[in-house]
Nanobody, 124 residues
Framework: QVQLVESGGGSVQAGDSLGLSCAASGLNFGSTIMAWFRRAPGKEREFVGGITWDGVNAYNGDSVQGRFTISRDNAKNTLYLQMNSLKPEDTAIYYC?????????????????WGQGTQVTVSS
């Protein structure tokens, strides 16, 4: 059974930093495309970042470019998202996603496995 469990969410002030983690089990993590998505109140899920199975290629969505960094540690079966210079508009539920593919997709329908999400709230 595939499980993705996010952690590290919380409430912070604008300009602060926060790190999220996603612990994966039940899949061959080293051969899996991983990604972060988020859903803000009243909005659709948005691509935050994705990373290839070997960690060589990483991509960020336009809204977080230059502020967020995605990475992975295959030895620990863990995906990370380092969020810096947080803004109130970053407030959302952040989801970890996985797919056995050869490229990083930016649409949520391209991912088969999802975590339950972790809440990030940024106050001004």
């Amino acid at each position: 059974q595939v499980q993705l469990v996010e952690s590290g969410g919380g409430s912070v002030q604008a300009g602060d930093s926060l790190g999220l983690s996603c612990a994966a089990s039940g899949l061959n993590f080293g051969s899996t495309i991983m990604a972060w998505f988020r859903r803000a109140p009243g909005k659709e899920r948005e691509f935050v970042g994705g990373i290839t199975w070997d960690g060589v290629n990483a991509y960020n969505g336009d809204s977080v470019q230059g502020r967020f960094t995605i990475s992975r540690d295959n030895a620990k079966n863990t995906l990370y998202l380092q969020m810096n210079s947080l803004k109130p508009e970053d407030t959302a539920i952040y989801y970890c996603a996985a797919e056995t593919d050869f490229y990083v997709g930016t649409q949520d329908h391209e991912y088969a496995y999802w975590g339950q999400g972790t809440q990030v709230t940024v106050s001004s």
